[in-house]
């Protein structure tokens, strides 16, 4: 398996004039590693990770395991994203939100019930399952939501500033805990910040982008 592999991407939004957001970016990320994407706002990371997962048109290739993904839907290409605020259903419970892709794929309620089990206990939300989103707390939500992105087990974890919205303590212990989690599964994973420390504690290597580039 090569894992993930940008050739030449590029990302321009319309406008008068357009704005060229990623500019010719080439960067591999081998399975197993997690890549944190560090740089000021406005420099293009975002604007790359959703290219990767789909969310908006690019030019060049996105290749996973030397498929060409770049045309591939959303839905089809088998990533997992976290965003900073989580998304989470409010009309359903913590182990209800971290089913929510096992029941698009298939799974059975047994398959289901056992993998929301494995992952609540992973992101030490285990007693949590039956609680309903509005009674946790904003780091707790976040566990909850990489719960809901691990549970299909993604061959792409895709992070867009996803702890950002807490406050500072909180952000570094829980910064650790993702990386805990990340490596303890194996899983592939980029992760966008503009905090060299948190993307430090949760990454394996730091890309550094600027104006649309990386260096």
């Known amino acids: 398996m090569s894992g993930l592999e940008l050739t030449h991407v590029s990302v321009t939004y ?5 704005v060229d957001a990623v500019r010719d970016v080439s960067l591999a990320v081998d399975p197993g590693d997690i890549v944190a994407l560090v740089g ?4 293009g990371k975002s604007s790359l990770l959703a290219a990767i997962a789909g969310i908006v048109p690019c030019t060049g290739t996105v290749a996973w395991d030397g498929q060409d993904m770049t045309d591939v839907p959303v839905h089809l290409r088998g990533f997992g994203l ?3 605020d989580g998304y989470l259903f409010p009309h359903r419970t913590v182990a209800g939100n971290v089913a929510f892709g096992l029941e698009m794929a298939g799974a059975s309620r047994d398959e289901r019930d056992a993998r929301v089990t494995e992952v609540l206990e992973m992101v030490h939300l285990g007693a949590y399952g039956a609680r309903h989103v509005d009674e946790l707390s904003g780091g707790e939500r976040q566990r909850v939501a990489l719960a809901r992105s691990l549970a299909p087990r993604p061959r ?14 909180l952000r570094t212990r829980l910064a650790q805990d993702v990386r805990d989690v990340l490596t303890a599964t194996g899983t592939t994973s980029v992760v966008v910040t503009h905090d060299r420390d948190e993307a430090r504690v949760m990454a394996s290597r730091l890309v550094e982008m600027r104006n649309g580039g990386v260096r």
Do not use: K, N, T
Request: proline fraction near 19%; charge should be negative.
């Open 82 to 84: 976290v965003f900073q």
């Open 156 to 169: 792409l974890l895709l992070l867009d500033e996803p702890l950002s919205s807490l406050d500072a303590e």
């Open 14 to 18: 319309p406008g008068r004039p357009p």
């Open 40 to 43: 000021p706002s406005g420099c």
